[in-house]
């Protein structure tokens, strides 16, 4: 089995690859042969090391949570699977795993794959789909006919967010660069904002804000809340609610509750998914690097091959 792996905190060229031996699944567990992968962000925090109070990682480590391939093997007590099955999931990011051509994961969180999905469509679906639906309504309590304002609409979580918003019932309000106007509306985006020539604060009466960049961002995006406005911030875990405003932090841990209903929605022809690019296993670190940039298109994919 190859694997992308790092033994030292950094940047993307840290990551290295080392071969290792096949190993038995535990009795409640399944080896899934890995077809694809995707990149998150969260993905370069663990390997900067910023995430070792949270999600604390042992070196060697090999990166990577979402990915999608076929069950190889099972423990003896897994009764849902047969090897054979096309599956997906999110392995924890304590564990890690993904960039690599196999992995031992709970079979508990395998979901089966649709024969109408791909790899690569599954591999992009557990941390967008489900930090969205986290994000938009347990934390941001998003209702119908309410006014939404989702930065980076053209990102992974902000491409999901997009269309679950708009199939709540909300006005969806995006920002995203001139290049993408066009495909965040046809997700259900009712007005979209290009953030590098026009100004989000003269928005008003937003009721939701959910911020996936921080930084400035966040800061200004107080001003444009309505009455019962609050925001959703994916980057900022200290954040405070100010002048009778919440801000509340999304932390995301588990994809596992959200998969069957990506499944469902994928397969009702409800979602979309974006895929910005495809890289081979060999390309990890140019994978990384393309995320790192914050000018993706939807999900970028690592294809291992075998």
Partial sequence: MKAASISLFGGPEVVTFHHAGPRQPGADEAVVRVEAASVNPLDLKIIAGYMQPVFPVELPYIPGTDFSGVVSSIGVQVTHLKPGDRVFGRSSPSAGGAF???????AADLCVIPSTMSFEQAAALPTAFGTAQQALF???QLKRGERVLIHAGAG?????????AHMAGAHVIATASARNIELVKSLGADEVIDYRSQDFTTLSDIDLVLDILGGSTLENSWSVLGMSGRI???VEFDIESREGHVGQ???FASATPFLQEAVRQFSAGQLQVITDSIFALDETRAALEKVATGHACGKVIIRTSH
């Fill in 100 to 106: 690599a051509q196999q992995l031992i994961v709970a």
């Fill in 138 to 140: 347990e934390v941001g």
């Fill in 156 to 164: 992974g979580v902000g491409s999901m967010a997009v269309q679950l």
């Fill in 232 to 234: 959703a911030t994916l």
């Fill in 249 to 251: 932090a999304v932390f």
